[in-house]
């Protein structure tokens, strides 16, 4: 009976030693992005491209994400994924759309359908993908495929936090209304510790709120 104590001891303490040790290996990374007038921007996604090996263990998985539509738009206006993920477009009104995409990264048509989910769509390739409803023009929406596992995107507030593996990444930047490149160009930070950080792009963002142009339920 001792002897399996003191093994369970041991034991409890390898375990503690080895997460202590994962929790080391990791550090949160979080930002607060104005744009030029010092207003918080929301809907700002970040890629964070690391420039080492990332152990197995270590990268994150993702479940197949969701694009709804309620009250004639898209929810959320800006999704992200990893590259390979499917996305299920469910539609939460009781009228009709017609989901569809010209662009180069994916192009697909969901034909009219109310009240009901689609069949999911696999996203392969790295880009952003424009999506719209041949009924109801207004209705936009954005999904950013992403090659690397880490992202995060900007709330309300203009805030993102996200919990990355220790060592040196390639931050990108993109918003609907911007030129990513231009108004927040790539940099290379070395990610050793919690750190918060304020970015500030140099241009105004115009909050989108939302607008049906007052058709109705058409």
């Not at 206006?77 to 994916?106: I, M, Q, R």
């Amino acid at each position: 009976m001792k002897y399996k104590t003191v093994f369970s001891a041991l034991l409890l303490m390898a375990c503690s030693s080895m997460a202590l040790g994962q929790d080391e290996q990791t550090a949160t990374f979080s930002i607060t992005l104005n744009d030029s007038d010092g207003v918080p921007v929301d809907n700002g996604v970040f890629l964070f491209e690391p420039q080492f090996e990332v152990e197995a263990h270590q990268m994150p998985h993702q479940e197949s994400a969701i694009m709804n539509q309620i009250d004639k738009q898209f929810e959320p206006h800006v999704l992200v994924v990893k590259a390979g993920t499917e996305v299920t477009f469910p539609n939460a009104d009781n009228l009709f759309h017609h989901v569809y995409s010209f662009s180069p990264t994916k192009q697909f048509e969901l034909k009219l359908y109310k009240e009901f989910t689609a069949e999911p769509l696999r996203f392969e390739n790295a880009g952003i993908v424009d999506i719209g409803c041949n009924i109801h023009d207004w209705m936009l929406g954005y999904i950013v495929v992403s090659d690397s596992p880490y992202f995060d995107k900007t709330n309300n507030e203009g805030e993102s936090s996200i919990s990355l593996p220790q060592g040196e990444y390639t931050v990108r930047f993109w918003h609907p209304q911007v030129d990513g490149e231009k108004s927040l160009p790539p940099r290379s930070i070395s990610v050793t510790a919690d750190t918060q950080v304020t970015w500030t792009l140099d241009t105004n963002i115009i909050r989108d709120d939302g607008f049906d142009s007052g058709f109705g339920d058409y």
